[in-house]
């Protein structure tokens, strides 16, 4: 059974940054591309940024693009995200999920997502 456990959220100060974490375990983890999504309290769950299994290749949203890094060590079986100059609306439970489908087409739909994490929650104070 494959199991994403999510770590690095916190309380911060607008401007500030986070890294967030994503381990793994109990699956062939290198060959699948990963995710994070976040969702905000009253608000669906929306995409956040995409990796492919090598690392080689991301994808972003457009409402973080140029203030997010998503990377992945393959190694520690773990992704991660940095965020930085961190906005009030960044507040959010974020959650790292498996891509089920192995082509890097549709990185941005929850559907095509197998396996969450619980999440970490994100709060960016004003």
């Known amino acids: 059974q494959v199991q994403l456990v999510e770590s690095g959220g916190g309380v911060v100060q607008a401007g500030g940054s986070l890294r967030l974490s994503c381990a793994a375990s109990?699956?062939?983890?290198?060959?699948?591309?990963m995710g994070w999504f976040r969702q905000a309290p009253g608000k669906e769950r929306e995409f956040v940024a995409a990796?492919?299994?090598?690392?080689?290749?991301?994808y972003y949203a457009d409402s973080v693009k140029g203030r997010v890094s998503m990377s992945r060590d393959n190694a520690k079986n773990t992704v991660y995200l940095q965020v930085n100059s961190l906005k009030p609306e960044d507040t959010a439970v974020y959650y790292c999920a498996r891509k089920w489908l192995s082509s890097w087409n549709r990185v941005d739909v929850r559907a095509d997502y197998d396996y969450w994490g619980q999440g970490t929650q994100v709060t960016v104070s004003s």
């Open positions: 990796i492919n299994w090598s690392g080689g290749t991301t």
């Open positions: 109990g699956g062939t983890f290198s060959t699948y591309a």
